[in-house]
């Protein structure tokens, strides 16, 4: 099996970059700015090459075993619409999209991916973004794709919708196809945690499971400029609470055998999910860790990219780049 090489900018806990392993690539460096994210890269990764770096500092000169990379990715920070711009943090996301097509100037992928919130892919008030990176592209020689994938379809156990940009070399784009959903049924919160809240021995766990049947809203991660970790928004917890979870907070552990589940009472009635319950609703295996405390780990994890989605586009752009051995990729990460 022939592997092929790409790097990863802004790739915070390694989802995108886990993905597009499984799917037969090479990473050649991986850059973020984040300590807590590096830490976690390399404690997972140790051979992995990690640069904690701003991607607007970034040089590529200074690393030129990037330039020529099969593959350029990165999960970039949400982009706010056009009705934002002129805000400080939405000028600077602008900023980090603008620097990433710049990049592919440098480093000459073969292909690109950037993946952001789904509204970039079509939205109307980011038309005055997408087209400056038309324009770019075409400056380059690239041809591409707006699209966006639910990573519900391959098999994550959450409604997360992305917004994919996937550009590659002319002589190659014809080759590439979205990847198509991969799961005839959505896997539910119930099915996905049934057997991490047995773990400490609570007794309402198959009956809390029996009854969680939905996939579980969009985790956000939150901001790094406030609190302490939760599950979103208001509607979000609503939407927690019909399947008897409180998403004020999260939970150091898994119930225990003495925790009663009486979710008509409220929130003391209700359960709480763990950091690594989270890590299993975002695809993560049960082997990746995250360095950092709670409140670190969730915001990695509620900020990653699914790794079953990014598993899902490195085997469409390895197929359109004619690399051999995707079909053996294929089989070998069928069941990752």
Not at 12 to 28: D, M, Q, R
Not at 216 to 224: C, E, K
Not at 300 to 309: E, L, T
Request: aromatic share 8%; charged share 25%.
């Amino acid at each position: 099996m022939s592997e092929l090489r790409f790097i990863d900018i802004c790739a915070g806990a390694g989802g995108l970059s886990l993905g597009l392993e499984h799917a037969g690539f090479e990473p050649v460096l991986l850059l973020d700015k984040m300590p807590v994210a590096c830490d976690t890269l390399r404690m997972n990764r140790p051979m992995w090459q990690v640069l904690e770096a701003d991607l607007l500092d970034f040089s590529p000169s200074r690393h030129q075993e990037i330039y020529d990379v099969d593959l350029l990715a990165a999960g970039l920070p949400r982009v706010k619409s056009s009705a934002t711009v002129g805000r400080p943090h939405t000028e600077a996301e602008l900023q980090l999209l603008e620097t990433t097509v710049y990049l592919a100037h440098a480093v000459q992928p073969r292909a690109l991916v950037i993946e952001n919130v789904s509204g970039l892919a079509g939205a109307p008030g980011f038309e005055s973004v997408r087209d400056l990176i038309r324009r770019e592209l075409d400056h380059l020689g690239y041809r591409f794709l707006w699209f966006v994938l639910d990573a519900a379809d391959f098999g994550v156990p959450q409604k997360r919708k992305q917004g994919l940009l996937v550009a590659l070399k002319k002589r190659y784009f014809e080759a590439f196809h979205p990847p198509e959903p991969r799961v005839r049924e959505h896997l539910s919160v119930g099915r996905a945690l049934r057997r991490s809240m047995a773990a400490g021995g609570w007794r309402d766990a198959d009956r809390w499971a029996d009854q969680a049947i939905g996939v579980a809203p969009t985790l956000v991660g939150g901001s790094d400029r406030r609190g302490g970790a939760d599950l979103g928004p208001s509607g979000t917890r609503k939407r927690w609470a019909r399947m008897g979870v409180y998403g004020g907070s999260l939970a150091n552990h898994v119930p225990g055998p003495d925790f009663t589940w009486a979710p008509e009472t409220g929130r003391d009635g209700m359960v709480r999910i763990t950091t690594d319950q989270t890590a299993i609703l975002q695809g993560f295996p049960p082997d990746w860790r995250f360095a950092g405390k709670k409140t670190a780990r969730y915001r990695q994890i509620g900020h990653a990219s699914p790794p079953p989605v990014g598993k899902a586009l490195g085997l469409a752009i390895r197929a359109a780049l004619g690399a051999p051995g995707t079909s053996e990729v294929n089989a070998y990460t069928s069941g990752s």
